[in-house]
Nanobody, 125 residues
Framework: QVQLVESGGGLVQPGGSLRLSCTAS????????IGWFRQAPGKEREGVSC????????HYADSVKGRFTISRGNAKNTVYLQMNSLKPEDTAVYYC??????????????????WGQGTQVTVSS
């Protein structure tokens, strides 16, 4: 079965850190651009970060630049999002998805993209 699964979310205090994982089963991620997205209640989904499949370049939204780091795991089926210096405004459901590439810090998703089910990140004291 082909699927993406996110994990690593949770409740953290402002200034804290979390590492999210995006793990694929049934296929490998090494040839895909992988994007992280988030959606807060009442807001539209926004792209957070992207790592390209061709050259491994990383891209970030301005709101997370310098605080978040996207990377690929040694195994070809995992991508991570290390989130440091978390702020309450980072609270959202975080999703990963396969993309056709990265553009302006965001993965270019298509109708053929795979999406995970999301993991909740809550930043609160």
């Amino acid at each position: 079965q082909v699927q993406l699964v996110e994990s690593g979310g949770g409740l953290v205090q402002p200034g804290g850190s979390l590492r999210l994982s995006c793990t694929a089963s049934g296929f490998t991620l090494d040839l895909y651009a992988i994007g992280w997205f988030r959606q807060a209640p009442g807001k539209e989904r926004e792209g957070v970060s992207c790592i390209s499949g061709s050259d491994g370049r990383t891209h970030y939204a301005d709101s997370v630049k310098g605080r978040f780091t996207i990377s690929r795991g040694n195994a070809k089926n995992t991508v991570y999002l290390q989130m440091n210096s978390l702020k309450p405004e980072d609270t959202a459901v975080y999703y990963c998805a396969t993309g056709a590439g990265c553009l302006a810090g965001v993965a270019v998703t298509t109708t053929r993209s795979y999406w995970g089910q999301g993991t909740q990140v809550t930043v609160s004291s």
